[in-house]
């Protein structure tokens, strides 16, 4: 598929710069085939960055490795970029005031870092691609040959090289600039980010190189059991395949693998819609390095739950921000701190992860684990258990518009019970903790029976006033309240009639955002609703950007190509086909 937008189509979208990379690497081309330093859409200007490398401070945030741009004046009077999604080329091609033209070809390999940049000119001669780095605590320095060398002042001190690998002439002209030249009107470049890479560049060529990861493009286009009719639909499907895949990182999933997007962190809590959106649609590969990357921090997660002079318990508190190092806290302080429903996401996604593959292997090493130590951490540290024989879960952060310090929060208490219910169901497939099963459904059943509620309906914490997408959670994403429940539907149709007033994440704007409206979508599917949940999932397709990708909320320019939107778009489609065959 083409993904396809021009300078008039972009005056009735968001234009934000297109985004490639394989996991380790990330970056954005705009429309000239540069990474310009202009503030796009989300206040997201183009750099390079490579997943784990961040700085050791409160910031956390990634290390630039830099960008590229030509040495070609001049305003641009027409343009059209594109995406080829089954070779991983981005082309642009710009008429230039003065009748020169400047096409482009830029592609990132998908299993290698190395990104390779192709410009053809006619109407001037010679061009140059020009690629400038240097970060705080950053040393850059020139290689013998043309390329530089780099050491990173922070934890682990990343060091190595990055070696442009050129047709035409190259230099490094000052520390932190590798300058490739063309007198002609073709000029052909590969910034390698290792000497092995390079090697490699030199010896294939551009496109050899090229060819070599469309191969890699195919094996995952290959997984994928999309196939729909509506255009619009599909369109947005692939932009969210490729974006996920790009953003599956050796260890998980942020929300973006920018800087822009909370320095490429991990959120337990939206890892579940990125893994379940991959998993619903083929890509169980992808979306098991999620439940893979919690099983190794599993230990971690225990001794920071409680270790006490040899003593260890049976539950694990992960962060609610997680880094590639385990068990630090990359949140900054605030009341989102006192989350605990990522550790229902958490456990949900590895059993979704398992009713995918049914890997037996998989639920007894990797999953299981995970989903048991939730459960318990559920059981010991966040419910408590009244005198008149109920259950409730104590004060907590519920969804950040709801407030801090909720106690038997709706959307937190039907994730609890559906950890329970999950890890007393991974338990029978195994058939081992028996005793410990029985007492988790005993407690989602408790759980379940003390639900905040008005009179007709259930509602987010007791005495709360508000609607929020939350009221949708008994039915999605934890399917703990049948389809016919009295006060579950009430509570339902209460948010649809306040939707634009509580639809977005924060608290702005007048409409209802793409990740709320698709969990609108999930929930309606489960009570029978499909052609609304088709009608709405339409609608989404249509609020996108200029390459269909995703915002977190569109209206307010928020966090373009976010992933969480993303998955849980692609779970939606995914279950909606699925209820049509």
């Known amino acids: ?15 934000v710069p297109f985004p490639l990379g394989n996991g380790d690497l990330s970056f954005q081309i705009d429309f000239t085939g540069c990474m310009r330093q202009t503030a796009w859409p989300g206040n997201m200007v183009p750099q390079i960055y490579r997943a784990g490398i961040r700085y050791d401070d409160y910031t956390h945030r990634l290390v ?30 710009c008429l230039y005031e003065d009748g020169a033209v400047v096409d482009t070809e830029v592609f990132c390999h998908a299993e290698m ?3 390779g940049i192709r410009k053809r000119i006619s109407g001037r001669d010679g061009i140059a691609i020009r690629y400038h780095v240097g970060a705080p605590r950053m040393t850059v320095a020139p290689l013998p040959e043309i390329g530089l060398s780099f050491e990173i002042d922070t934890a682990g001190n990343p060091k190595g090289a990055i070696i442009p690998v050129t047709d035409g002439s190259g230099a490094v002209e000052s520390d932190g600039l590798c300058v490739c030249r063309s007198a002609g009107s073709e000029l052909a470049c590969m910034l390698c980010f290792s000497a092995q890479d390079a090697v490699f560049a030199r010896k294939s060529g551009f496109d050899a190189i090229l060819e070599s990861s469309g191969r890699a493009w195919s094996v995952f286009w290959g997984a994928s059991n999309l196939h729909l009719q509506d255009e619009a639909v599909l369109q947005a499907c692939r932009t969210a395949e490729y974006h996920l895949k790009i953003s599956t990182t050796k260890w998980s999933i942020p929300v973006g693998l920018f800087q822009t997007h909370w320095k490429g962190l991990y959120f337990g809590f939206d890892e ?24 190794n921090t599993l230990e971690p997660s225990m001794k920071r739950a409680y270790s006490y002079f040899g003593k260890a318990g049976t539950f694990a508190k992960y962060p609610w921000v997680s880094m590639e190092t385990p068990c630090v806290e990359g949140a900054s302080p605030g009341f989102w701190l006192e989350h605990i429903f990522h550790m229902a996401h958490i456990a949900l996604d590895a059993k979704f992860c398992f009713d995918i593959s049914r890997d037996i292997v998989f639920l007894r090493d990797t999953a299981y684990p995970v989903i048991r130590a939730c459960a318990e951490f559920f059981r010991i540290q966040a419910v408590s258990l009244r005198p008149d024989g109920t259950a409730i879960i104590s004060k907590c952060t519920d969804l950040e518009r709801l407030g801090p310090a909720r106690e038997n929060p709706f959307m937190t208490t039907c994730g609890a019970a559906a950890t329970l219910r999950a890890a007393a169901d991974s338990a029978k497939i195994i058939g081992i903790d028996t005793e410990m099963a029985n007492q988790w459904r005993a407690l989602a059943s408790k759980l379940l029976e003390s639900l905040p509620a008005d009179k007709d309906k259930y509602i987010p914490y007791p005495g709360c ?33 306040r939707e634009n007033e509580f639809g977005n994440m924060y608290p702005v704007g007048k409409g209802i955002c793409i990740w709320y409206a698709c969990w609108k979508a999930l929930a309606l599917m ?24 995703i915002f ?16 849980i778009f692609l779970q939606a489609v995914a279950e909606c086909s699925a209820l049509a065959e």
Request: glycine share 6%.
């Open 113 to 115: 870092n190395i990104v």
């Open 465 to 497: 006033c508000e609607s929020s997408v939350a009221m949708l959670s008994g039915l999605y994403p934890y399917a703990v309240l049948p389809a016919d429940d009295k006060r579950q539907l009430a509570a339902v149709h209460d948010f649809l009639a």
């Open 272 to 295: 579940y819609f990125a893994c379940c959106g991959l998993a619903a649609t083929g890509h169980i590969k992808e979306a098991m390095h999620v439940p893979v990357f919690r099983r």
């Open 552 to 567: 977190e909320i569109y209206e307010t320019s928020s966090h373009p190509w976010f992933t969480t939107a993303e998955g």
């Open 526 to 549: 489960r009570l029978g609703c499909r052609d609304e949940a088709w009608s709405i999932i339409r609608d989404c397709a249509a609020e996108t950007g200029c390459f269909h990708e």
């Open 64 to 93: 630039p490795f830099g960008w590229f741009d030509q040495d070609f004046d001049g305003e641009v009077r027409e343009w059209t970029q594109a995406f080829d999604t089954s070779t991983g080329l981005c082309t642009t091609h």
């Open 1 to 15: 598929m083409i993904l396809k937008c021009n300078n008039e189509t972009a005056r009735h979208r968001k234009y």
